[in-house]
């Protein structure tokens, strides 16, 4: 029956460009936990309802991917990015790993995003503006060490018509705009 049913996913993909080039090799894992985009592992029953299921499960539910480019000669990773996702499909994680021949080397970038969004509400009663980021803070350093980090934080605000109102950059200036009605106005 339904519970049986896998849904296909892409595990490995290989791009030869060919001209003696070596090939670019990129591999993918999915959630050890068995969250999935569609809600799998939820507790909440499909519905085919036409509408998105994931959309009616608790807001600590979360699913996450990995991509992998492998060396193609050396049958190495180069990279490594890990991403999650909410049970709104906004990423709210990126961790990007550079690998080196020197492991005191590798490096990682780390991208935490968090949206407008109001616990514990449905997607239906979420501001108009929930899927617009509120701050997105990145973070770098050295895998093998803790310090030094470098941080960096943007702060935004919207209207219900997801027009930018104001945004703290990283060196703390502030930008601030400001918005005509569709009607127009007298000035």
Do not use: M
């Not at 509408?51 to 990773?77: A, C, F, M, P």
């Not at 492991?103 to 617009?132: A, G, I, M």
């Amino acid at each position: 029956g339904l519970a049986s049913r896998k849904l296909p996913r892409v595990e490995r993909h290989v791009r030869n460009p060919g001209f003696g080039q070596p090939a670019v090799e990129k591999r993918y894992e999915y959630d050890a936990r068995d969250h999935n985009f569609l809600g799998y592992g939820s507790g909440v029953s499909w519905s085919d309802d036409g509408l998105d299921n994931l959309y009616k499960v608790s807001s600590t539910y979360w699913y996450e991917t990995t991509e992998i480019l492998w060396d193609g000669i050396g049958n190495q990773k180069v990279e490594e990015t890990r991403r999650v996702f909410n049970h709104f499909h906004l990423q709210t994680l990126e961790e990007t790993t550079q690998y080196s021949s020197d492991p005191s080397k590798h490096t990682l970038k780390r991208t935490d995003t968090e949206y407008h969004l109001v616990p514990n509400l449905e997607f239906k009663d979420q501001p108009p503006y929930c899927q617009l980021p509120k701050t997105v803070t990145e973070t770098w350093h050295l895998v093998a060490a803790t310090t030094p980090r470098h941080v960096e934080t943007v702060s935004t605000t919207y209207d219900n018509f997801g027009n930018l109102l104001t945004q703290v950059n990283a060196n703390g200036v502030t930008e601030t705009s400001e918005w005509y009605k569709a009607e127009g106005e007298d000035g």
